[in-house]
Nanobody, 115 residues
């Protein structure tokens, strides 16, 4: 059974930093695309950043220069380092593993940025 478990969310002041972690189990890690998404109530889930097995990284324009995605294959973990946080970054953050035709999601972690 594939499981993705996020952690690291919380409440932070604008300008602050957080690091999210997503631990993957139940599947061989390293293959496929790992991504971070976020969602606010009433809006569609949106891509924040993703990292392919081949090392290609993609960021949403709104987070470029502030967020960094990385992965540790030995620890089966993908990270999202978030800096210079803004109130508009407030959302539930989800990690996703895309492997072939299958998408696996975590349960999400809340990030709240106060002004």
């Amino acid at each position: 059974q594939v499981q993705l478990v996020e952690s690291g969310g919380g409440l932070v002041q604008a300008g602050g930093s957080l690091r999210l972690s997503c631990v993957v189990s139940g599947i061989v890690f390293g293959f496929g695309t790992m991504g971070w998404y976020r969602q606010v109530p009433g809006k569609q889930r949106e891509l924040v950043a993703d990292s392919t097995f081949g090392g290609n990284i993609n960021y949403a324009e709104s987070v470029k220069g502030r967020f960094t995605i990385s992965r540790d294959n030995d620890k089966k973990t993908v990270y999202l380092q978030m800096a210079s946080l803004k109130p508009e970054d407030t959302a539930v953050y989800y990690c996703k593993l895309k492997r072939g035709k299958n998408d696996y999601w975590g349960q999400g972690t809340q990030v709240t940025v106060s002004s």
